[in-house]
């Protein structure tokens, strides 16, 4: 098999095109506006894009209610998720929440 030859820089760059997702910088509660989150509360699922934060509040647009996320690192790493009710706006109780992972995939926005 043929070998490819890059220079150390074209090197960097693709390598940092293909981490530049993986890196998420949050020092605050309002960096997370405007990226899209998959969240799990004590009772249940939701993905959806953070648009703003009222109080305990995260107020979330394209949101929808997993009733079933399927395997979890298919889920997080793949977005295939087994049964999806998208609810359009939604508000989550930040006190509710157990965790948070960043959501790279397009929300979902059929019923499955």
């Known amino acids: 098999m043929p070998t490819l030859e890059v220079s150390d ?9 293909l981490t530049t997702d993986e890196k998420i910088d949050i020092s605050s509660m309002e960096d997370m506006i405007g990226k899209a989150w998959f969240f799990r509360t004590v009772t249940y699922h939701l993905t959806g894009r953070v648009v703003k934060i009222i109080g305990n509040l995260f107020v979330l647009e394209d949101a929808a209610w997993i009733a079933d996320s399927g395997r979890f690192h298919d889920c997080i790493a793949k977005g295939s998720l087994k049964e999806v009710e998208p609810v ?21 926005k059929e019923q499955k």
């Open 9 to 17: 820089e074209t090197y960097q760059k693709i390598k940092d095109q």
């Open 88 to 108: 359009g706006s939604a508000m989550v109780n930040i006190s509710t929440v157990v965790d948070i992972f960043p959501w790279k995939h397009p929300l979902p």
